[in-house]
């Protein structure tokens, strides 16, 4: 290769395979959301580190618990039935529903919204049946609303409920992600809280460090030691936080009250339908090193989740 130009020479060595073992992505949550993460990484030959401040026990998180009711639009199950859905319909639905009256802050939210129920219309039903999800034959109609397309709520039912609901869910993707952990594709590292995101001279999240928690064999859901062992930091090649809402801090939604929707007395005592370890502290965390948080008083259960599927899609152009 002597005579070859230097130029001619780089875009050979491009084009050659690389043997080198790119660096893990680092995803700060084992519930539903860090576990699809997980598993669509792991389809690329991306290593990840998965971390919880929770045992080995809570896998999948509150996922674990729901009805594993899936937003599915033009489905077979609905077809079946007679529902007519449609993209159109259900992009009407959900931003009647989300009311996006702010500019700055919306903008994202608006895309995402858009791209999910793209998302929902084109490639949601294949996907999880692949995975091995069934469905019941009836299509349940949550958060019905108003009845009307431009109004709150969906306008037709949408709601499939998977066969072995939310336990089910959860195992269809824990377990090709414990077998990606056979293979040295997957580190778990249960009982690990994260205290901070780790940024480089160039702004990008590529770490983190935190405590380690002593192994406490408690239930599922049920509150566990926060008894310190150890410290720790982690590198990789980037962080996606997937650490859920605040539903189980009552301070946290005491501060994020909306007083101008609900009223300037923010209630002193709390129905906690959630575990103590939904607490919310990564949004924070997330913050501090730069993460943008929007929309504070507008939900349920602030939560700093990522669309994993598509996060994934993007995460092949990093490696």
């Known amino acids: 290769m002597g005579n070859i130009h230097p130029l001619e020479k780089r875009k050979m060595a491009a084009a050659e395979p690389s043997t080198k073992t790119p660096d893990p992505v680092l995803i700060v ?19 990840v580190i998965l971390l919880d401040q929770e045992g080995e026990q809570n896998l999948g998180g509150q996922a674990f618990w729901s009805l594993g009711g899936i937003f599915c639009v033009n489905s077979a199950e609905q077809r079946r039935m ?16 989300a009311r996006f009256d702010r500019a700055d802050e919306d903008h994202w939210p608006r ?3 858009e791209a999910f129920v793209d998302f929902a219309t084109n490639e949601m039903e294949a996907y999880v049946k692949a995975r091995g999800i069934g469905f019941l034959w009836n299509v349940g109609w949550a958060e019905r609303g108003d009845g009307r397309a431009d109004g709150h709520g969906n306008s037709v039912p949408r709601f499939h409920i998977t066969w072995g609901a939310g336990p089910e869910v959860v195992r269809v993707f824990a377990e090709p992600v414990r077998e990606a952990a056979k293979k040295g594709l997957v580190e778990f590292k249960f009982r690990h809280m994260v205290d901070e995101i780790l940024v480089d001279e160039n702004g990008r999240a590529n770490g983190v460090r935190g405590r380690v928690l002593e192994q406490d064999p408690v239930e599922r859901g049920e509150k566990s030691s926060r008894k310190v062992i150890d410290e720790f930091e982690l590198r990789g090649l980037a962080v996606l936080i997937s650490s859920g809402g605040i539903g189980g801090n009552v301070e946290a939604v005491k501060k994020a009250w909306p007083v101008d929707r ?30 943008h948080v929007i929309n504070r008083d507008r939900s349920k259960q602030l939560s700093v989740t990522f669309s994993c599927y598509q996060c994934s899609k993007e995460m092949e152009t990093l490696v």
């Open 111 to 113: 895309k995402w919204a």
């Open 262 to 291: 609900l009223g300037p007395k923010v209630p002193e005592n709390f129905v906690i339908g959630v575990p103590a370890h939904v607490d919310g502290r990564m949004i924070d965390i997330a913050e501090s090193a730069g993460a």
């Open 29 to 47: 949550g084992a519930g539903l959301a860090g576990l699809v993460a997980a598993f669509e990484l792991t389809q690329r030959n991306i290593p």
């Open 82 to 97: 007679g529902i007519k859905d449609s993209r159109e319909l259900a992009r009407s639905d959900w931003f009647g529903s």
